[in-house]
């Protein structure tokens, strides 16, 4: 029964992401992309915040752009910060299915941290009220769904968030976008080449995604 409720659970996160995968550029996927790049936006805004900068606002557009303006700060820290801080999101929640910890931290810690951003961040009222909206989702969800259904949430939920980093990471570092990426801005601020940069980042995606397959091929809680 055991080896029978494992591969279940493998099938149903398989068959979701491949789901995903196949509604990436819909709807449907758009206000779990719109989350990931406004902690994105907001992890910079975090940087500028602790090392002494002024956070100005944060700027999330329909068509899933977004960027954090401040004032002062670590320049070369404020760059660092974004991909970092995106495979912290998409790690809490993937391992929110394992630990209990975790999982109050993220059903009630991004929730409130969506409100706080959208009510003290962003000027776009129809935006800010999308951010609330996804915010009072995601908290039911993660509070009142059977546990079976919330463990398979967290776990299909936060490979979609490493998953969209490494994604959002190619479509930085290519074409035009390169120029004006975070990748691009970490090169002009410590003199280290875009391409080691995007090593780094897509070794830790690497490290992470094999962890994370790892857990849920063992199914160790």
């Known amino acids: 029964m055991k080896n029978f409720n494992k591969i279940t659970e493998l099938i149903l996160i398989t068959a979701s992401l ?5 509604l990436w550029d819909t709807k449907i996927i758009y206000p779990v992309k719109l989350v990931l790049i406004l902690f994105h936006e907001a992890s910079h805004a975090l940087a500028a915040f602790l090392t002494g900068g002024k956070i100005v606002g944060i700027e ?3 068509n899933l752009s977004g960027g954090c303006v401040a004032e002062g700060g670590s320049n070369l820290l404020i760059a660092l910060s974004g991909y970092p ?7 809490l929640l ?12 993220s059903a009630f810690g991004i929730p409130a941290a969506l409100v706080f951003i959208a009510a003290n961040f962003i000027e776009d009222t129809v935006m800010s009220i999308i ?9 039911v969800i993660a509070r009142f769904t ?22 959002d990471l190619f479509a930085d570092s290519t074409g035009e976008n390169l ?26 995606f690497l490290v992470l995604f094999w962890y994370m397959g ?8």
């Open 60 to 62: 999330l557009n329909n």
């Open 94 to 105: 993937f391992f929110s299915a394992y630990n209990k910890k975790l999982k109050l931290i």
């Open 85 to 91: 801080g995106s495979f912290l999101i998409a790690a």
């Open 214 to 221: 790892k857990k849920i091929i063992l199914n160790k809680n």
């Open 179 to 204: 120029i004006r990426s975070d990748v691009a801005m970490l090169s002009r601020q410590s003199g280290i080449p875009e391409f080691a940069w995007i090593a780094l980042w897509l070794l830790i």
């Open 18 to 22: 491949l789901t995903i995968v196949i």
């Open 146 to 167: 059977p546990e079976a259904l919330n463990r398979l949430f967290f776990r299909i939920i936060g490979l979609t968030g490493l998953i969209f980093v490494a994604l």
């Open 131 to 139: 951010i609330l909206v996804i915010a009072a989702a995601f908290f």
